[in-house]
């Protein structure tokens, strides 16, 4: 989805998912046995403000809340073994596509309240342009940003079988107490 201050990684995303959507045809069109999954991630945890072009005042931030790249890394394993056409990792991202989706007008109107998260004048930003050299450790997470460890939305999508499980239970308890309180 479009995002302020982010212009140009939104259009990559973009373009990655064209380049799959592309692949996948070719791949069906010559009969290969390859099946791709498109991973999206949500806000991740990781070094990318250290080291992605930035033209604000200070460092910059992923949107809170982020995600621990972990579970990215758990997703494409599942998706190794199991095939899943795409994946959004993380809740918080699925709402904000389907928000953006949906309701353009309504998230245009939104989108702008996350700029002022977007950066920290804390830390100075530690690049001027995206083909300048930083130092790396080669950390795969934010040494500034815990992530979250878990995201309920993407182990439910990822297995199907106790997404449904859950909306059953849940349905048979809004029955229970739908004809509980009409007894009442």
Do not use: W
């Amino acid at each position: 989805m479009a995002s302020p201050i982010l212009g140009a990684y939104a259009a990559s995303k973009h373009a990655v998912k064209a380049y799959v959507r592309s692949l996948r045809i070719e791949l069906r069109a010559q009969g290969a046995p390859i099946a791709v999954t498109l991973i999206k991630p949500s806000g991740m945890a990781t070094p990318i403000g250290m080291h992605a072009a930035n033209h604000l005042d200070g460092e910059a931030l992923v949107p809170p809340p982020a995600y621990d790249p972990q579970l990215v890394a758990d997703t494409v394993l599942f998706c190794a073994q199991h095939y899943r056409r795409e994946v959004t990792v993380g809740g918080i991202g699925r709402a904000q596509a389907l928000l953006a989706s949906h309701c353009p007008t309504l998230f245009e109107r939104l989108a702008p309240l996350v700029i002022p998260l977007l950066s920290t004048k804390k830390r100075p930003r530690t690049m001027l342009h995206a083909l300048e050299v930083t130092q790396s450790d080669g950390h795969a997470r934010s040494p500034h940003e815990t992530g979250l460890a878990a995201s309920p939305y993407t182990s439910l999508i990822l297995r199907p079988r106790l997404g449904a499980l859950l909306g059953l239970t849940l349905s048979g308890v809004a029955l229970a107490l739908f004809q509980a309180v009409r007894r009442s």
